[in-house]
T-cell receptor, first 113, second 111 residues
Framework: NAGVTQTPKFQVLKTGQSMTLQCAQD?????MSWYRQDPGMGLRLIHY???????DQGEVPNGYNVSRSTTEDFPLRLLSAAPSQTSVYFC????????????FGQGTRLTVV | QKEVEQDPGPLSVPEGAIVSLNCTYS??????FMWYRQYSRKGPELLMY????GNKEDGRFTAQVDKSSKYISLFIRDSQPSDSATYLC???????????FGTGTRLTVIP
């Protein structure tokens, strides 16, 4: 099993550009989420999904969109990149939202210049 | 006030030392308490979890929760250089839709 796969691993964007961070899991997990990790801030929840077709906002959703058309995929879209979105982004999945174990991808390091 | 507070460190110890990592949390409704380990440039991985108060042991690792003081601890015995990583505490309550993470403590074990 591949687990949670994120692409790309690294990305540099110019301010105002848009892009999609891809996330796929092969564990048939219902719950998927996106976090950003910044120094001194820890992991902060951006958006989450409790199943295909259902998404909701987390702690820091502004500037990001998500959709969940299949159980496996949960892409994160940056609409108009800003330097404040420079961060490491992690996608995670778990069997259910009340699961104690979340499986994380390897992360995407995004720099916005 | 953040839901979970964690001393960011960094913490540097000699090989073989006992390490104590700690967090405090604010919501008495939190029931599940997890410790994740994150190696450099990797995603976090679950190390262990406890439910409600008490201790849980797994090899060299012991997780402890004191709900009366809202305190979470992870003890590492006979620390090894391979334990060098960032350790994140996390918690949630039944019915909530997300985990709450501490900021992480970076640990270095010196050979």
């Amino acid at each position: 099993n591949a687990g949670v796969t994120q692409t790309p691993k690294f990305q540099v964007l110019k301010t105002g550009q848009s892009m999609t961070l891809q996330c796929a899991q092969d564990m048939n997990h219902e719950y998927m989420s996106w976090y950003r990790q910044d120094p001194g801030m820890g992991l902060r929840l951006i958006h989450y999904s409790v199943g295909a077709g259902i998404t909701d906002q987390g702690e820091v959703p502004n500037g990001y969109n998500v959709s969940r058309s299949t159980t496996e995929d949960f892409p994160l879209r940056l609409l108009s990149a800003a330097p404040s979105q420079t961060s490491v982004y992690f996608c995670a999945s778990s069997y259910w939202y009340e699961s104690t174990e979340a499986f994380f991808g390897q992360g995407t390091r995004l720099t916005v210049v | 006030q953040k839901e979970v507070e964690q001393d960011p460190g960094p913490l540097s110890v000699p090989e073989g030392a006992i390490v104590s990592l700690n967090c405090t949390y604010s919501n008495s409704a939190f029931q599940y308490f997890m410790w994740y380990r994150q190696y450099s440039r990797k995603g976090p991985e679950l190390l262990m979890y406890t439910y409600s108060s008490g201790n849980k042991e797994d090899g060299r690792f012991t997780a402890q929760v004191d709900k009366s003081s809202k305190y979470i601890s992870l003890f590492i015995r006979d620390s090894q250089p391979s334990d060098s990583a960032t350790y994140l505490c996390a918690t949630y309550q039944t019915g909530a839709n997300n985990l709450f993470f501490g900021t992480g403590t970076r640990l270095t074990v010196i050979p």
